[in-house]
């Protein structure tokens, strides 16, 4: 089966190619509004399946830094979708040793940046971790009739807080933008810790 990954980043699109087998990729650049189109592309290019791939916030107060999630469920809080359970179950079994989890994961089209909007949104939603891809994905998949899954690292947890403009350093090909990040690091250099000011 060829299997295609929808990724927001160019260094998550390394791993998938490192992984071997018969793979696609396509990269949305952290847009949301990218990825149903990325996945319309890898479906187009041959694609029998898809994954939403790459690091997620964790919403579920219990997940760490480094954890798995693998689910079959995506949810933007008003529609939601849901993927090969048993696929996703057999990913979470081949990777017993690793900290992995199941729930379904929120599909935002911003970063979700402070503690308060993540535990609001787990009570909300009961989602477990959170990204901007994955409902795309789904939406794709399901007008082409195909089984997905999500696959996403906890990047930054329940209790962990992003910087404001910490999308805006992503160019379209997914690769960070050091000219963005430094203009609006000058434009708001509260975020930085004392020490590094």
Not at 119 to 137: I, L, N, P, Q, Y
């Amino acid at each position: 089966m060829r299997v295609g990954f929808v990724c927001g980043l160019a260094g998550e699109r390394h791993i998938v190619e490192r992984l071997g087998g018969d793979v696609l990729c396509a990269v949305t650049g952290a847009h949301p509004a990218r990825a149903e189109s990325c996945a319309q592309d890898l479906i187009a290019r041959g694609a029998q399946a898809l994954v939403s791939f790459g690091l997620a916030g964790g919403l579920d107060p219990a997940l760490r830094a480094g954890d798995v999630v693998v689910s079959a469920t995506v949810t933007t809080g008003e529609d939601s979708w849901t993927g090969d359970a048993r696929w996703a179950e057999q990913v979470r079994t081949r990777w017993a040793i690793a900290r992995t989890h199941q729930g379904p994961i929120l599909n935002a089209n911003a970063v979700m940046s402070t503690p308060h909007e993540k535990a609001a949104a787990f009570v909300r939603t009961g989602a477990v971790a959170v990204d901007m891809e994955s409902a795309g994905v789904a939406r794709g998949a399901a007008a082409a009739d195909l089984p997905f899954i999500m696959v996403r690292a906890i990047a930054d947890t329940a209790a962990h807080r992003l910087t404001a403009y910490a999308a805006t350093a992503i160019d379209s090909q997914g690769k960070h933008a050091w000219d963005r990040f430094c203009a609006a690091l000058r434009a708001t250099p509260r975020p930085l810790p004392r020490c590094c000011r």
